[in-house]
């Protein structure tokens, strides 16, 4: 086993996702390498050491400047707010660091192209963790296999109730300056990588964004009609103000075989329609805990559930194995910038009120 020292900048929620991967994923996948929790980062001492007690890692800073150049740290994962992305990945990259990136990858297509250009040749990931929940690879595996036919319909949600807490108003989530956009970067560049992934390339889009707060800085609701390359039409929906819904990750695909359905709020299950089945037995629920599913061999035998922090755990695996096999690791800075990409212009076609097409 080779050994990877990491050095974590953010003790957030996103802290405690990826720590808890970094413990999980040699409990659960053979990898290749031990990873050792050297430093957590962050802005206030006092909950340092306690997020470092409770997830054991063995060292406290409070400035992210000191741990680029020590040789002692192989990768540098960043789970801080938006606007500090871009200035943390160039320097650890510049450093020769791995460097591990939360969504979206950065403030705006600019910088996101400045974070692309320092990480060449050098592995590296983005925290788009929904690709790796089992039904939804299981989805992209019944595309592949042709399962759907010609797609025509492209359908997403990502409806969450996030703002209708009024105390949340003061964080940095809700401010130009330390999150880009609202919704748009936060819950619809979800959207747009899965889409992506799924469903291809998108070659236009025409955007609505929305603030329902007067005087907020960034986007409550972002809304987009899409085209995408292989002929099919979608809509990608993403608000903080989806009242009911807690983290409701949904997309919806028609073709000429199939349909699939799928909420993340039930993310064990996969809705599949094949043309073939009889019309009044409308749509199978697969539950997407093996045998045979995507993962789910590494974690519980069948019928035993699984939950959102299964999805770092594998984005991990997949990582260490890319990394040990010496090759590409999916989703990555240029998928990020991709999705940097369509957010931007998402919002230039809103505030033109005209499609935007791309490049
Ligand atoms: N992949 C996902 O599904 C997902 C989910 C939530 C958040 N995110 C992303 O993760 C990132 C963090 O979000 P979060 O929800 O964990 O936020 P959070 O507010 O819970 O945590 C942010 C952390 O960053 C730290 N921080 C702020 N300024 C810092 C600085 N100058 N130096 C060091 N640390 C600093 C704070 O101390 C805090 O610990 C964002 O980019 C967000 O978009 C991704």
Redo the contacts with the bound molecule.
């Keep these: 086993m080779k050994t990877l020292n990491l050095a974590m900048?953010?003790?957030?929620?996103?802290?405690r996702?990826h720590s808890n991967a970094f413990h999980q994923v040699n409990h659960f996948f053979d990898t290749a390498f031990n990873l050792n929790l050297n430093v957590v980062?962050?802005?206030?001492e006092n909950k340092l050491r306690e997020v470092a007690s409770r997830w054991g890692w063995s060292e406290t800073e409070?400035d992210?400047r000191k741990l680029i150049d020590r040789p002692d740290i192989d990768v540098i994962d960043i789970?801080?707010?938006?606007h500090?992305?871009a200035e943390i990945a160039i320097a650890a990259a510049e450093a020769g660091k791995i460097v591990w990136c939360?969504?979206?990858l950065a403030m705006d297509v600019a910088e996101a192209e400045r974070m692309v250009k320092a990480v060449a040749g050098k592995p590296n990931l983005v925290?788009?963790?929904?690709r790796r929940v089992p039904a939804i690879a299981f989805a992209r595996q019944l595309i592949g296999d042709g399962r759907i036919g010609e797609v025509y319909h492209y359908r997403a949600t990502y409806l969450n109730s996030s703002g209708l807490n009024a105390t949340r108003g003061n964080?940095?989530r809700y401010k130009k300056e330390t999150a880009g956009s609202g919704a748009a970067?936060?819950l619809l560049s979800?959207l747009i990588d899965l889409a992506l992934w799924l469903n291809g390339p998108i070659s236009e889009v025409c955007g609505l964004l929305k603030t329902f707060v007067p005087g907020r800085e960034v986007d409550d609701a972002a809304i987009t009609m899409a085209r995408f390359a292989n002929g099919s039409v979608g809509t990608l929906e993403a608000t903080r103000y989806g009242t009911g819904n807690r983290n409701r990750n949904m997309f919806e695909i028609h073709g000429s075989k199939g349909a699939l359905v799928f909420n993340l709020e039930d993310m064990n299950r996969l809705q599949f329609y094949d043309v073939n089945d009889a019309p009044e037995n409308g749509m199978r629920t697969i539950l997407a805990t093996g045998p045979g599913h995507p993962y789910v061999n590494d974690f519980w035998p069948p019928g035993h559930l699984i939950g959102y922090e299964h999805s770092f755990i594998a984005t991990l695996a997949d990582f260490l194995k890319a990394l040990h096999e010496g090759t590409e690791f999916h989703a990555n800075f240029e998928d990020g910038l991709k999705v940097q990409k369509l957010v931007a212009a998402v919002e230039e076609s809103a505030e033109k009120k005209k499609w935007t097409t791309l490049a």
Aim: charged share 15%; with cysteine; glycine share 18%.
């Design positions: 900048i953010g003790q957030g929620f996103m802290g996702a980062c962050g802005r206030d409070t992210w789970g801080a707010p938006n500090l992305h939360e969504k979206p925290w788009f963790n929904y964080t940095w970067g936060d979800h």
